[in-house]
């Protein structure tokens, strides 16, 4: 019940923010007064939200308008709504100008997935090509299928593999509980021999200590800055995944607003988008200084954690796995229209072709 009275709430929140799109387009609106948009972001507390989406939204939008264009923001797990729930409410209008994290289509839509799969991305270079390769695609998607017009697309520093005990290279994974956080690591889990454990990332830590996972994916630095390398004393620095999320506008509201405005924001989010991903990768290594006690590490609290460097014999393994499992299990839920789309834009880039399976 409580659950459902925070959603409410959020959702009374957000309702607002169709209102606050009226108010400021028509030729009535006060001059002295900048109109004001709300916008849910992306995770609460991570340097993507904290860094760059909060200030470019609530400091950055008011100065690059000469103060005729505003912006209130909150992250969507501090807002009280799902994260799954995110991609409808864009929707359905109720949330106008969101984040929303790719993974969370990828149950009922796993076509959305494809750009960051289990294993396809071991370096931000590869990553940069993928995301080149598919964006098209996923614009289009989004507009045709979503009615979210894509304005930004950004990235979260690499997932990675923290352990409690000892490895030496992806194979030690086998028979282990590993944290997972979406289908596509589940599958590379499963495919090692470990057993992947389905947890939300405030539920993390929690799960890691009453031992229901001995290992756990997720960003090197997220990992570091809630304390996972107290718990931990191996890490992996090959990328399992990274965590793709799309800004976008419901695309009634991205029509409604002045068209000065729709061009402010074409300019301007390619921006935010950039220093993001400057940030993700800065962060990725600041991450694995931060772990293993680097003197790189820029933080006060840094770990002893012990960096397992990625092997030949792991690259090769993370590339049989991702044509023998990843790639399988992804078509299984996608599709025979996925094969298609898979081998028009990923399959030649990666040399890895889709076939349909049954």
Known sequence: MLHVIRIAAALQ???AAVSALCLGVGPAASQSVPQKLRIVGGLAGVSQYVRHEEPFWTKELLRVSGGKFDADIVPFDRAGVPGGDMPRLMQLGVVPFGTVILSFFSAQYPDLAAPDLA???PDMATLKATVAAYRPYLEKTLRDRHGVEMLALYVYPAQVVFCKKPMSGLADLATRRIRVSSATQSDFVSALGGVPVLTGFAQLMASVVAGDSECAITGTMSGHTLGLHELTSHVHTMPVTWGLAAFGANTSAW??????LRALLR???????AAIWVESERETAEGLACNTGAASCGKARRGEMVEVVATAQDQRLRKQLLQTAVLPSWLRRCGARCADVWNQTLGPLHGALAVPTK
């Open 267 to 273: 300019r301007e989010m390619p921006k935010l988008e």
């Open 13 to 15: 929140w957000l309702v």
């Open 255 to 260: 029509e409604a607003l002045p068209p000065e």
């Open 119 to 121: 294993g396809l991305n």
